[in-house]
């Protein structure tokens, strides 16, 4: 995993990659992890890596829950790089 020494949410709070219930609170912080994501040179190696490990929670590669458990059960199941 040494991309994750390159990854964007390494200067960010890391609460907010691991946002509790779905109040406004959440989803803000949510939605603010995704935007660092966004502007991450490592997002696709996160996203696999969370998809292969199948990470039950939060945000990785710009995927929330949800948005993790969708492609897994459509078959998206990538390599750990």
Do not use: H, I
């Not at 994750?4 to 109040?23: K, M």
């Not at 959440?26 to 994501?37: I, N």
């Not at 039950?56 to 993790?68: K, N, T």
């Amino acid at each position: 995993m040494e991309w994750s020494n390159r990854a964007a949410c390494l200067s960010a709070e890391p609460e907010q990659f691991f946002p509790v219930g779905g109040a406004a609170a959440a989803q803000w912080e949510s939605a603010a992890a995704k935007a660092v994501c966004a502007r991450c040179d490592v997002l696709a190696e996160c996203r696999d890596y969370a998809l292969a490990t199948r990470q039950p929670f939060g945000v990785w590669g710009g995927l929330d829950e949800e948005e993790r458990r969708a492609l897994l059960a459509e078959g998206a199941v990538p390599a750990v790089r």
